[in-house]
């Protein structure tokens, strides 16, 4: 493909534009590992090798132009966040570093240590997450015990290790405010626009999924920045990713959106070269929720960014691309529990008489404790709704804490296009 990109001088947004109209070929697309909305039409990214670039995008996330912003390859970088004033900060496990377009050429010229200590990097924590950028323009980071090899005939160190912790750092304060605890390593996290957290926390000896924690952070008021919570909340996991999902590769990095007035949590699984969507519900005062595929890819993603409501991009290593809408294909729509049963929602209408069939039912369900135990039940006779896009399911009597598996291996619409995506989670406590 031709090379003929216009050159991109903040488009629009950083400095004055110099760009021809990109009315000529789409330019051949950066490996994107990570995507920064500037608003709902530009972003920056961070590609393969650590360089920064930014990105102007048509309606419907067209690619339009883009360009890099450093003539350098920032190796270290393996997240970025925009700070203050379209500033960008970089994470490594020793500091965040903010770097600046000071005389506006379109290009990043001037770099300052932002953040290289906190209260417990004297105790050997470093940086395990971040850094992300809140509603309120607070930038968020993980610390956690550094993990050191083992030496040979060394005792096992059987002291209490170190909490993870979350610090903010906000632009109008003096000091790192923590907002929240966490016995195992945060790997990754996001925040939504209504301050809901949520975490990728490790737990090495469970090689059934990964946990996802989520936490409503303290308030902020802005003018007292430095004022600490009271009690910062303990991270615990909420969610499970089954390793089913995700054939055994771990997630990594995650994001909120907004999707059809929902607000959802996307994780990448680029060794899987997939997209595993997440929907947090609140249930009986505990947070729970859906857990299934979203979109099988060719090549890894890497990186997924809510754009504006219903417009959700994604990066990996083949550039940019607009995440498909979920009705476009058949596959699981939701999960709705009313009561003791359970309404499995679909995009498209089911094939009633696989649904219905006693001796190859398209349509199973099984239950896994994560407390007590679970009698066997028998498989319940399912209701199809009038618009057959709902199957309504009665459920045994079930544990305080369970997942609830739906498979629907085989199914298909009444049109007979095969159910993309054949399993869906749900995480009931």
């Known amino acids: 493909m031709t090379r003929l990109y ?6 629009g947004i950083l400095g004055t534009a110099t760009a021809q109209e990109a009315n000529t070929t789409v330019p051949d697309q950066p490996s994107v590992v990570e995507i920064a909305r500037i608003n709902s039409g530009n972003a920056f990214f961070l590609d393969s090798n650590g360089q920064i670039g930014v990105a102007k995008f048509k309606a419907g996330l067209e690619l339009s132009a883009w360009d890099y ?18 500033s960008i900060v970089s994470g490594t496990s020793t500091e965040l570093t903010q770097a600046f377009d000071s005389d506006k050429d379109g290009k990043l010229d001037f770099f300052q240590d932002m953040i290289s200590n906190w209260p417990t990097k004297s105790e050997g924590t470093s940086i395990s997450s971040g850094p992300v950028a809140d509603a309120y323009g607070r930038l968020l980071f993980a610390v956690a015990p550094r993990q050191l090899p083992k030496k040979e005939g060394e005792e ?42 949520a975490a990728w926390i490790q737990l090495p000896s469970y090689t059934e999924g990964y946990y996802i924690a989520l936490v409503q952070l ?39 959106a907004i999707e059809d007035g929902q607000e959802k949590l996307f994780a990448c699984c680029p060794e899987a070269n997939r997209i595993i969507e997440i929907r947090p519900e609140m249930h009986e005062g505990g947070w729970g929720g859906l857990v299934m595929i979203r979109e099988i890819f060719d090549r890894p993603i890497f990186s997924v960014e809510a754009m504006s409501p219903d417009q959700i991009l994604t990066g990996g290593i083949d550039g940019f691309a607009k995440l498909n809408k979920q009705s476009e294909n058949f596959q699981f729509w939701g999960v709705r529990f009313t009561g003791q049963s359970l309404s499995v929602d679909f995009s498209q209408p089911v094939n009633r008489k696989q649904i219905m069939s006693k001796r190859e039912p398209a349509l199973n369900l099984s239950i896994i404790p994560l407390e007590g135990t679970m009698e066997p039940f028998e498989r319940p006779e399912p209701l ?43 995480t009931f406590k």
């Open 218 to 256: 303290p308030k902020f008021d802005p003018k007292k920045p430095d004022e600490q919570p009271i009690s910062p909340p303990t991270l615990v996991p909420n969610i499970i990713v089954p390793a089913q999902l995700t054939q055994s590769a771990p997630i990594s990095q995650l994001s909120f």
């Open 384 to 426: 199809i709704e009038s618009d057959g896009k709902t199957v309504i399911l009665d459920l045994p009597k079930l544990p305080r804490q369970v997942i609830v598996k739906v498979d629907g291996s085989g199914l298909k619409s009444e049109d007979g296009a095969d159910i993309s995506t054949p399993e869906m989670y749900y």
């Open 6 to 11: 216009p050159l991109i001088i903040a488009i």
């Open 156 to 197: 096992q160190d059987t002291s209490a290790p170190l909490p993870s912790q979350i610090f903010s750092w906000n632009p109008g304060g003096q000091t790192l405010t923590t907002l929240a605890t966490s016995s195992l390593p945060i790997a990754a996290m996001a925040v939504s626009q209504d301050g809901l957290l």
């Open 69 to 86: 912003y450093t003539d350098f390859q920032w190796a270290e970088a393996k997240s970025i966040a925009i700070g203050r004033n379209l």
